[in-house]
């Protein structure tokens, strides 16, 4: 099983971008899917996740700038930012909860990161 993230990269302040993640391989079903952030010298945090029904949960911070959603028949999430500021800049991580056969267990799984950076 892959996570590979795309649309990371260098926008200004107050600007979007949004994020892209797939997952590919031997996957039987997906619960969970979100994204994690991690800025230089600081702890991997929680941006966001998205269950399978569509319910989302935001790190309080970023309500009303950030919006996670996902597409269960490309298994594909995806996060949309506005509003960006510097302190959003960091390595965005994808996650999801993968069972690769029935009757398996659930398995996290992570994508390798995509840069975001928010700078004038």
């Known amino acids: 099983v892959q996570l590979q993230a795309s649309g990371g990269g260098l926008v200004q302040p107050g600007g979007s971008l949004g994020l892209s993640c797939a997952a590919s391989?031997?996957?039987?079903?997906?619960?969970?899917m979100g994204w994690y952030r991690q800025a230089p010298g600081k702890q991997r945090e929680l941006v966001a996740n998205?269950?399978?029904?569509?319910?989302?949960n935001y790190a309080d911070s970023l309500k009303g700038r950030f919006t996670i959603s996902r597409d269960g028949a490309k298994n594909t999430v995806y996060l949309q930012m506005n509003s960006l500021q510097p302190e959003d800049t960091a390595v965005y991580y994808c996650?999801?909860?993968?069972?690769?056969?029935?009757?398996?267990?659930?398995?996290?799984?992570w994508g390798e990161g995509t840069q975001v950076t928010v700078s004038s």
């Open positions: 996650r999801a909860l993968i069972m690769t056969s029935a009757g398996g267990n659930w398995r996290a799984y």
């Open positions: 391989g031997s996957i039987f079903s997906i619960n969970d």
């Open positions: 998205i269950t399978p029904g569509g319910y989302t």
